[in-house]
């Protein structure tokens, strides 16, 4: 049974900086792309960062380019999403996903992506 597990949300001033983890067990988790998206009520999941299985590649939303910063332990089976300089606007639960394609790039569609974590809530004060 796949299971991703996020964690380190909370709450957190403007300006401020967090680190979201997602454990992920039941799969071979270096077969994976691995991608972090977020959803807000009544809004769409939007596509945030993403890395390929390989590690060689990383793609990110425009709005946190210079922001945030993904990466991967494939030791520990786990993906990071490095969050800095935050928005209010960045106040949102926050997925992670696991993409069976092994390619160079990363989806940034949620239909492409096989397995979700339950999410983890990112709430930004000013």
């Known amino acids: 049974q796949v299971q991703l597990v996020e964690s380190g949300g909370g709450l957190v001033q403007v300006g401020g900086s967090l680190r979201l983890s997602c454990a992920a067990s039941?799969?071979?988790?270096?077969?994976?792309?691995m991608g972090w998206f977020r959803q807000t009520p009544g809004k769409e999941r939007e596509f945030v960062a993403g890395i390929n299985w390989s590690e060689h590649s990383t793609y990110y939303a425009d709005f946190v380019k210079g922001r945030f910063t993904i990466s991967r332990d494939n030791a520990k089976n786990t993906v990071y999403l490095q969050m800095n300089s935050l928005k209010s606007e960045d106040t949102a639960v926050y997925y992670c996903?696991?993409?069976?394609?092994?390619?160079?790039?990363?989806?940034?569609?949620?239909?492409?992506?096989?397995?979700w974590g339950q999410g983890t809530q990112v709430t930004v004060s000013s």
């Open positions: 039941g799969l071979t988790f270096s077969n994976y792309g």
């Open positions: 996903a696991a993409d069976s394609w092994r390619g160079t790039s990363v989806s940034s569609r949620p239909a492409r992506y096989d397995y």
